[in-house]
């Protein structure tokens, strides 16, 4: 009885999401504020029913119910309880619904915090939001029903799969999620305003908030991700260049270039209809990565087939949503309110304009290889993939000089360059990052390619400038030439993050060692710095597995450094091996110990690596995320109503 | 004028440096009967696909190196891989290969790929195995 109630609540919520995307926006249109007055109690309406679904499909997980297919397909009554929750969005039918769930809490939090906007362009916003909502909803209760029972029940489920059990996989989806859906409100304000037919620059400052909220969850999420991968999938690598990586990527880097065209339109006024453009742009990617992920298609364009329910709803989902709305912009674009402005070559425009270009092309060069064997696959042209190396290529080339850029691009001015001229101020940050970049390779690690020179150079130029300011501010406390306000925190911090990570992913990808090595019991060998001892091999009981545990000793310089125990676990249900990697965590390099199989006579093989700064990846990526929420927290987009009411005057706009 | 020239260079340059890296680093799938017959090809790397061969599995005791049989039950390609295997490489069971042919037409594989799930089969090899079903019943 119980799972009926998720679905009913489903389809009411889907009555409501009707009701959400049509009449505010006949409101809108026919300047009804009663209708208007709809939209916010039918978002709110909408979101209670869908966490009533979500509620109860993990009410059928913790209670076991396998009358519940969704729920023998991927629990069991041995699977801890944290992981029951997590199961609930471990597979096709309870992601999608996680996902209308987030939709449905951005949906409401656009609802509360829209009442400082004009009532119908919110009205609108929200209108939109609908329309998305009642697609996904459509697609859920069509096509991939959580709720679908089997008869009879079955006894026992089939367990989650053992690569899912595990923390950072509870944490990764949901958080993921919020960002790639989270995407969907610029895109709702884009189309919104392109239904106006107006762009104003307050346009620019309520959408930049959203933004960046999202793109700070989607910079969390990929980062667990790679995370995840890296310990969890065993092997040591933190970015595989997996179509199903690249499709959380794409709207990342789509993203980026949104937060930075909005910072233009908004401060500005101009860049208004590119920014458009973007903000559906990054919208459609995050909604074709979902679809990528989700539909089956990347396992192939067949399997893609065999359901032909679920392939179809796809595409003419896909097809409304981003075609809609470039029809939309095709017709409106050019009615849309243009101040032109020009600029110098060395403004803050032009660098963000060069930001925009080289993000999109690293976009547009990650979405070629993802998406090129799907095609050429199913014209029947024959199966390829396309290497990492490819993808490493293109996306460097357009990387590094973007990141040379963003260390100027900081310090200019809009308009034009003012004050001290530019190379004077930023000798000092360029000094230090060649410097330090070309003797410190040398010293830590002994040799260093160009290439490898290159990166660190770029990264610490990069570090080195976005202190710059903040460590002016703090040497001259009294003479400091202005405060820094939140914004500019965030800006300086993002930017470091993003140095943090180039040094991280340079000294990784460079220094890594790894070796593969086969060994018995009491066997004593050199990595690195570093000797292993094989201590000890012994059999552990755990909740759903049983495990082969190895001991291994490290020692460096004739000092017992750690132990590490790392596993080979057989989980009961699945009966499939699992690689638990043991890891020595340390801020200037991992060591990293697997268990691979027995070799026969006692012997295993095994995989250990050492991988210097690996941790200022994930570091680099929350660094920019926390940038990012200092951004959202800037006080200004918080006054906005009086502003409009006109009771406070403008500010001179000299921050950001 | 001197910008977007600038832009329009830059854009190019990259683009022709992507198709570069595009064209080398496209990795052609082969089934083993597809290899049998000499289409795959002798100097570039490539994936090839099939079933680990029951009983073809042969190591040296304690070494690193393996040496089995990968099949689409028309054709059997013998594949050897130095390192360590991936949790689900098992005989019997589905794999994909990358790597490229010596010689003697064995494989060398330098990677093993590993699969997520044992029900999943990587439709590489479901498809090289309804291919070689196909011909048989030809």
């Given at each position: 009885?119980?799972?009926?109630?998720?679905?009913?609540?489903?389809?009411?919520?889907?009555?409501?999401?009707?009701?959400?995307?049509?009449?505010?926006?006949?409101?809108?249109?026919?300047?009804?504020?009663?209708?208007?007055?709809?939209?916010?109690?039918?978002?709110?309406?909408?979101?209670?029913?869908?966490?009533?679904?979500?509620?109860?499909?993990?009410?059928?997980?913790?209670?076991?119910?396998?009358?519940?297919?969704?729920?023998?397909t991927n629990s069991n009554t041995a699977l801890p309880t944290p992981y029951k929750i997590a199961a609930v969005w471990s597979a096709h039918e309870g992601s999608l619904l996680l996902w209308i769930l987030i939709l449905s809490t951005w949906t409401l939090a656009v609802a509360v915090g829209s009442r400082r906007l004009p009532d119908e362009f919110a009205a609108r916003v929200l209108g939109v939001l609908g329309i998305v909502s009642v697609g996904m909803l459509l697609f859920t209760l069509l096509t991939s029903n959580p709720f679908e029972r089997i008869f009879p029940s079955a006894i026992e489920g089939n367990d989650l799969n053992p690569?899912?059990?595990?923390?950072?996989?509870?944490?990764?989806?949901?958080?993921?999620?919020?960002?790639?859906?989270?995407?969907?409100?610029?895109?709702?304000?884009?189309?919104?305003?392109?239904?106006?037919?107006?762009?104003?620059?307050?346009?620019?400052?309520?959408?930049?908030?959203?933004?960046?909220?999202?793109?700070?969850?989607?910079?969390?999420?990929?980062?667990?991700?790679?995370?995840?991968?890296?310990?969890?999938?065993?092997?040591?690598?933190?970015?595989?260049?997996?179509?199903?990586?690249?499709?959380?990527?794409?709207?990342?880097?789509?993203?980026?270039?949104?937060?930075?065209?909005?910072?233009?339109?908004?401060?500005?006024?101009?860049?208004?209809?590119?920014?458009?453009?973007?903000?559906?742009?990054?919208?459609?990617?995050?909604?074709?990565?979902?679809?990528?992920?989700?539909?089956?298609?990347?396992?192939?364009?067949?399997?893609?087939?065999?359901?032909?329910?679920?392939?179809?709803?796809?595409?003419?989902?896909?097809?409304?949503?981003?075609?809609?709305?470039?029809?939309?912009?095709?017709?409106?674009?050019?009615?849309?309110?243009?101040?032109?402005?020009?600029?110098?070559l060395v403004s803050r425009e032009s660098f963000l304009l060069m930001n925009n270009i080289l993000l999109v092309v690293a976009t547009a060069a990650v979405l070629f290889g993802t998406l090129y064997p799907l095609f050429l696959d199913a014209l029947g042209m024959g199966k390829i993939s396309v290497g990492p190396p490819y993808f490493n290529a293109v996306f460097v080339i357009p990387m590094l000089p973007l990141a040379a850029l963003v260390g100027v691009g900081m310090h200019t001015s809009w308009l034009r360059m003012s004050g001290e001229p530019l190379s004077r101020r930023l000798l000092f940050p360029a000094g230090i990052a060649l410097?330090?970049?070309?003797?410190?390779?040398?010293?830590?690690?002994?040799?260093?390619?160009?290439?490898?020179?290159?990166?660190?150079?770029?990264?610490?130029?990069?570090?080195?400038?976005?202190?710059?300011?903040?460590?002016?501010?703090?040497?001259?406390?009294?003479?400091?030439?202005?405060?820094?306000?939140?914004?500019?925190?965030?800006?300086?911090?993002?930017?470091?993050?993003?140095?943090?990570?180039?040094?991280?992913?340079?000294?990784?990808?460079?220094?890594?060692?790894?070796?593969?090595?086969?060994?018995?019991?009491?066997?004593?060998?050199?990595?690195?710095?570093?000797?292993?001892?094989?201590?000890?091999?012994?059999?552990?009981?755990?909740?759903?597995?049983?495990?082969?545990?190895?001991?291994?000793?490290?020692?460096?310089?004739?000092?017992?450094?750690?132990?590490?125990?790392?596993?080979?676990?057989?989980?009961?249900?699945?009966?499939?091996?699992?690689?638990?990697?043991?890891?020595?965590?340390?801020?200037?390099?991992?060591?990293?110990?697997?268990?691979?199989?027995?070799?026969?006579?006692?012997?295993?093989?095994?995989?250990?690596?050492?991988?210097?700064?690996?941790?200022?990846?994930?570091?680099?990526?929350?660094?920019?995320?926390?940038?990012?929420?200092?951004?959202?927290?800037?006080?200004?987009?918080?006054?906005?109503?009086?502003?409009?009411?006109?009771?406070?005057?403008?500010?001179?706009?000299?921050?950001? | 004028?001197?910008?977007?020239?600038?832009?329009?260079?830059?854009?190019?340059?990259?683009?022709?440096?992507?198709?570069?890296?595009?064209?080398?680093?496209?990795?052609?799938?082969?089934?083993?009967?597809?290899?049998?017959?000499?289409?795959?090809?002798?100097?570039?790397?490539?994936?090839?696909?099939?079933?680990?061969?029951?009983?073809?599995?042969?190591?040296?005791?304690?070494?690193?190196?393996?040496?089995?049989?990968?099949?689409?039950?028309?054709?059997?390609?013998?594949?050897?891989?130095?390192?360590?295997?991936?949790?689900?490489?098992?005989?019997?069971?589905?794999?994909?290969?990358?790597?490229?042919?010596?010689?003697?037409?064995?494989?060398?594989?330098?990677?093993?790929?590993?699969?997520?799930?044992?029900?999943?089969?990587?439709?590489?090899?479901?498809?090289?195995?309804?291919?070689?079903?196909?011909?048989?019943?030809?």
């Open positions: 009885m119980i799972p009926e109630i998720g679905q009913f609540a489903l389809i009411l919520a889907l009555g409501l999401a009707f009701i959400q995307a049509i009449i505010p926006l006949l409101g809108a249109l026919w300047r009804r504020g009663d209708l208007i007055a709809i939209a916010r109690p039918a978002a709110t309406g909408q979101f209670i029913f869908v966490m009533a679904a979500f509620i109860v499909l993990c009410h059928s997980f913790l209670n076991n119910d396998f009358s519940v297919l969704y729920v023998v690569l899912l059990q595990d923390p950072g996989l509870v944490m990764h989806p949901p958080i993921l999620y919020a960002g790639y859906v989270g995407l969907a409100v610029p895109f709702a304000f884009a189309v919104a305003a392109l239904l106006t037919g107006k762009l104003s620059q307050d346009w620019a400052r309520w959408t930049r908030p959203w933004t960046v909220s999202a793109w700070m969850f989607l910079t969390v999420g990929i980062a667990l991700g790679s995370w995840w991968a890296y310990y969890e999938l065993g092997w040591g690598g933190w970015w595989f260049w997996d179509p199903v990586e690249n499709a959380s990527f794409m709207p990342w880097l789509a993203g980026t270039a949104l937060i930075h065209s909005l910072a233009v339109t908004e401060r500005r006024g101009i860049f208004k209809s590119w920014t458009i453009l973007l903000a559906i742009t990054a919208f459609s990617l995050s909604l074709l990565g979902t679809f990528l992920v989700r539909s089956g298609i990347l396992v192939s364009v067949h399997a893609f087939a065999s359901d032909p329910a679920r392939g179809l709803f796809i595409l003419l989902l896909l097809g409304t949503i981003t075609g809609g709305s470039l029809t939309l912009y095709a017709f409106r674009a050019r009615h849309l309110t243009v101040v032109e402005g020009g600029f110098r410097i330090v970049g070309l003797i410190f390779p040398f010293i830590v690690f002994g040799q260093a390619g160009a290439l490898t020179l290159i990166g660190i150079v770029t990264g610490l130029w990069v570090i080195a400038s976005s202190l710059l300011e903040p460590i002016k501010r703090a040497l001259r406390k009294d003479s400091a030439p202005m405060p820094l306000t939140r914004g500019q925190w965030g800006m300086y911090l993002a930017h470091l993050g993003v140095g943090v990570f180039i040094l991280g992913a340079t000294v990784t990808s460079s220094y890594t060692i790894e070796t593969d090595s086969s060994a018995v019991l009491g066997d004593r060998w050199q990595v690195g710095e570093y000797e292993l001892v094989f201590r000890d091999l012994r059999r552990i009981e755990g909740v759903n597995y049983e495990a082969t545990e190895g001991e291994f000793e490290v020692w460096r310089d004739n000092q017992l450094m750690t132990i590490l125990r790392p596993q080979k676990r057989i989980y009961r249900v699945q009966t499939s091996p699992m690689t638990e990697a043991a890891i020595d965590v340390g801020w200037g390099r991992d060591l990293f110990v697997a268990l691979g199989e027995p070799l026969g006579a006692g012997a295993w093989s095994l995989r250990v690596q050492i991988k210097p700064l690996i941790r200022f990846i994930w570091l680099g990526a929350l660094i920019m995320a926390f940038g990012g929420l200092l951004a959202v927290m800037d006080p200004r987009y918080r006054v906005q109503r009086t502003r409009e009411q006109g009771n406070l005057r403008k500010k001179p706009t000299k921050t950001i | 004028m001197f910008l977007i020239g600038l832009v329009a260079t830059g854009v190019s340059i990259s683009a022709f440096l992507a198709l570069q890296a595009f064209e080398e680093n496209l990795l052609f799938f082969f089934s083993p009967a597809q290899v049998a017959a000499g289409e795959a090809p002798t100097d570039r790397t490539f994936r090839i696909g099939g079933m680990v061969l029951e009983d073809s599995i042969q190591r040296e005791v304690g070494s690193l190196t393996l040496n089995f049989i990968v099949t689409d039950y028309t054709a059997a390609i013998p594949v050897s891989y130095t390192g360590v295997l991936p949790d689900l490489f098992a005989e019997n069971q589905g794999v994909v290969a990358r790597g490229r042919l010596d010689s003697q037409g064995s494989f060398i594989a330098e990677e093993i790929l590993a699969k997520h799930d044992e029900n999943y089969m990587s439709p590489e090899v479901a498809e090289a195995l309804a291919l070689s079903k196909e011909l048989k019943s030809l």
